[in-house]
């Protein structure tokens, strides 16, 4: 049976026979251009393919096996869009590299949510609870938690009233627990602290420093409207603490609240200018510098990845429903969230909308701020406000407790 598709046997052959038979040289030179483009297309897709299985992998390769893998999963979700751009333009081509192309996708779908969250499942969800949530008249509590940065100011207008500031949008969005990273807490810094948060009677501070536990220094911070029952932190074997835990009373029941700031990837403004902009192309040590930035990187994801299995362990072993918050330092596609995400609920991902950032630099592109829960809570609402206090967004999530662990 002849084929006569518009791209089968018999129009290719009416095309050649049309160049044989003096074709136009336009034809001729456009031929060639598609041809070299589908080469380099080629080139480039293969190319694509195989960093997404690496950045695939990051998930799940612990980076103190293979910590350069760990940079591929920084990447994961702009690694995704451009196989699934490339796998559009090979449909357009009717190649078999369209197929090859659609099996990496299919692979990264399921983590497709963890980084956009279309408006679409939103609105459905917003139209079938909207009723209900009339009705329940906003059950639950806030959850607030926000790296500070030490409460120094991005901008010389909020030097002065900062910190009052930070507490009144913790007000405004009605915060019942409020966690704070790089919370420095000096004696004027806490005592403006509990006045602007006068509703949140309850607070636990800890030192990053794991031999000094003094009352003030640098370090994270808890503010709750509910009684602070126990606290503590999470001992994972080093000098500086990472984590800090207290359990509250909320009503007869009991949950604990997890406050994080793991491992900084220490890559400062210089590294930045001096590896990702277009002055690297004139620098003669350029080699040395993107060396020893990859170096910094690998050290520190190794070190977040020993932090982020301590951190898991600890959950496991929660006797209460659990709220595990904070300034993470890697993104979606790490294996650091996968460990510590492990059976928990990504307040994102039930209830947030869009594409979201918490970090305010490298372009606004990275969310490793996040509000996780444990199955026995329900995710109500989620919000990251566009405010210019620190180089971190503060993330918001208002939950409630449906279950109990053990019941």
Known sequence: MSDYGYYGKQKRRSKRGDMTRGGSEPNNSS??????????????????????????????????????????????????????????????RWSKMFWCLLVVVMLGWGSVKMFYRPELVKQYQTEQQENYEEQEDKEGFVVMSYNVVGFWPQQEEDRED???????????????????????????????????????????????DFGDQAAYGGGMAVYSAYPIINSGVVDMGTQRVHSMWVDLKVDSDTIRVISN???????????????????????????????????????????????????????????????????????????????????????????????????????????????????GFKVHEYEVPEVKY?????????????????D
């Not at 612990?62 to 990447?75: D, I, N, R, T, W």
């Not at 009605?174 to 006068?198: G, H, K, W, Y």
């Open 261 to 375: 700031h793991l491992q900084s990837t220490h890559v400062t403004k210089q590294d930045r200018d001096e590896t990702i902009t277009a002055k690297i192309i004139n620098d003669t040590t350029a080699s040395e510098k993107v060396m020893s930035l990859a170096h910094k990187l690998a050290e520190n994801y190794s070190l977040r990845a020993a932090q982020a299995k301590c951190l898991r362990e600890f959950i496991k072993e929660s006797p209460y429903e659990v709220i595990v918050c904070g300034d993470f330092n890697d993104t979606a596609g790490s294996y650091v969230y996968r460990k510590v995400a492990r059976r928990l609920k990504d307040t994102f991902t039930e209830q947030g909308v869009g594409y979201v950032y918490t970090f305010r630099d490298f372009m606004n592109l990275l969310r490793i701020d996040y509000i996780f829960v444990s199955d």
């Open 390 to 406: 620190s180089d971190h967004l503060p993330v918001l999530s208002r939950v409630q407790l449906v279950d109990r662990r053990g």
């Open 162 to 208: 900062l910190i009052e500031k930070i507490a009144a949008l913790a007000e405004e969005k009605a915060a019942s627990v409020v966690c704070f990273q790089e919370f420095n807490n000096t004696q004027s810094n806490t005592d403006r602290m509990e006045t602007a948060l006068r509703n949140l009677r309850y607070s636990s501070f800890v030192n990053y």
């Open 31 to 92: 031929s060639l251009l598609l041809w070299i483009l589908d080469v380099v297309m080629s080139v480039f897709s293969i190319l694509l393919m195989l960093v997404f299985v690496a950045a695939f992998m990051a998930r799940w390769i612990s980076p103190e096996k293979m910590p350069m893998l760990a940079v591929f999963g920084l990447f994961y979700p702009f690694i995704y869009v451009a196989n699934v751009v490339c796998m559009l333009y090979w449909a357009m």
